[in-house]
């Protein structure tokens, strides 16, 4: 197979694994609380448990980074993480898969990449609600396990990350890091580069000449052997460097602009993660959804998410990364806003309460996209690229800990909208007074890769600063 098909099958698998990560949230969440009523459980055990799905993913996705970096593979840390994906505890694998597409893209068309990539795990949110409209049929026992509406979920991911398993297995390649020899001749002149130089029985030296053997006979016939010079010994092979070599984890993100963006990574998830936690309740207690209206819900949601990464993709082609985070924000702001007026204490009768939470969550979910996508591309241009999977499973880490708060905030506080929304519009408030002072440096840096040296590092401050 040649390096454009392989490379063509790894970019389809990464987007499978994001497909599927939105399926089994789309196939889960609108049905968690109704399984926790059956239990007799309190509303903030609703938060216990969306918090408890992320603690993997914040604990592994560092980890997995750096095994990633410092073994340049990624396809054994997907099979891997997809083992306990399985069984419901593995969410780290991507780290390693942004930090492989942060160095095999350039920085001009990263953002569109990861449009693309977080796209997918959107339409998996869009047609994961269609498998509940069957799995919420499911009334059987396999089994010591009773199968019914709310265990039917669990059973579906666990045999879809099964075979996807085997997808990664023949379909992922570790192939060549851009600036390490992308392969681009391989697909098309790659057979002429397997050649060798010259023929076995050509002796060194005497490549592109005539090979005289009369004077190689007479040579010999005056009593004088010929000079036979040694072969060329194999060029050295290159030793893998270690990327984290003089590598400083506060000079790298304590930086202001690192700074700036894993908190928009944390704030951004926190509230997301809150007003997931928060709109089943609110929906059961205001309009009497149940698990289908839900999943309607979440479909409709998905198909606005969608069409707003797609509109980021062409928008990001236009405008700079920072340009997008603050259309975002400010989408986020307004959001807030109108949730913190029209829901804490909604009024009027069931049609216009419908209307006003429509616009919110409508709000709510067209600036996702914005603020997801600047924020990740501008943190793998400002971060070093030799150690991107670990930096990337740092921001997914401090993301993580964003969706196990956000949960547990919002789980106790279903009762008390306007403490929760409050808390949610002051730490947006924040993130937008940081972002308006560190405008000027959201942007790609010159130098990404970690100096050699302190005096190097000094150098580079002081062209910063000039």
């Not at 840390?77 to 930090?99: M, P, R």
């Not at 009369?214 to 050295?236: D, F, K, M, R, T």
């Not at 009768?349 to 006003?356: H, K, P, T, V």
Request: glycine residues 10%; negative net charge; aromatic residues 12%.
């Amino acid at each position: 197979m040649d390096y454009r098909r392989k490379r063509k099958c790894t970019f389809f698998t990464i987007g499978l694994i994001f497909l599927l990560s939105g399926i089994e949230y789309a196939v889960i969440l609108p049905t968690i609380w109704m399984y926790l009523q059956t239990l007799g459980a309190a509303p903030y055990f609703l938060g216990l448990g969306l918090s408890a799905f992320s603690l993997s993913g914040l604990l592994c996705s560092p980890l997995f980074g750096f095994w990633s970096d410092r073994m340049r593979t990624t396809k054994n840390v997907i099979l891997f993480s997809n083992v306990f994906e399985i069984i419901g505890i593995g969410t780290g694998a991507g780290s390693c898969i942004f930090g492989f597409l942060t160095r095999s893209t350039a920085s001009e068309d990263r953002a569109t990449v990861f449009a693309v990539v977080m796209a997918c795990r959107q339409v998996g949110l869009l047609i994961g609600p269609a498998f509940n409209i069957f799995l919420r049929l499911c009334d059987f026992q396999l089994g010591p396990f009773v199968v019914n509406k709310f265990t039917s979920p669990g059973l579906f991911m666990s045999v879809l990350w099964l075979l996807l398993q085997l997808v990664v297995l023949f379909l992922y390649w570790d192939l060549p890091l851009r600036g390490e020899g992308d392969g681009e001749g391989e697909g098309e002149g790659g057979e002429d580069e397997e050649k060798p130089l010259m023929s076995p029985k050509e002796t060194p030296g005497t490549y592109g000449t005539i090979c005289s053997s009369q004077s190689e006979s007479s040579a010999v016939s005056n009593g004088n052997l010929p000079h036979l010079s040694p072969p060329p010994s194999p060029p050295p092979q290159p030793t893998p460097v270690n990327p984290f070599k003089n590598f400083s984890s506060a000079r790298e993100y304590l930086r202001e602009e690192v700074v700036v963006l894993l908190t928009a990574q944390f704030i951004v998830l926190f509230n997301q993660t809150a007003l997931e936690t928060m709109v089943t309740p609110v929906t059961q207690q205001l309009f009497g959804f149940g698990e289908l209206e839900n999943s309607v819900m979440y479909c409709v949601c998905g198909v606005e998410v969608v069409a707003g990464f797609l509109l980021v993709r062409w928008l990001s082609l236009r405008v700079p990364e920072r340009g997008l985070l603050a259309a975002g924000l400010l989408i986020c702001n307004l959001a807030c806003v109108w949730c913190l007026v029209f829901l804490a204490r909604p009024q009027g009768g069931y049609s216009w309460q419908l209307a006003e939470f429509i616009i919110g969550v409508f709000l709510q979910v067209l600036g996702l996209p914005f603020v997801a996508v600047a924020q990740v591309s501008l943190f793998s241009k400002v971060t070093a690229e030799k150690t991107q999977g670990f930096s990337q499973g740092v921001r997914r880490s401090v993301g993580g800990l964003g969706t196990i708060l956000g949960p547990l905030w919002a789980g106790g506080l279903t009762d008390n909208l306007y403490i929760m929304l409050g808390v949610m519009m002051g730490l947006l408030v924040l993130l937008s007074v940081m972002m308006f002072f560190s405008y000027d440096r959201l942007v790609e840096q010159r130098v990404v890769e970690q100096a050699d040296s302190p005096e190097e590092e000094e150098e580079e401050e002081e062209e910063r600063e000039s």
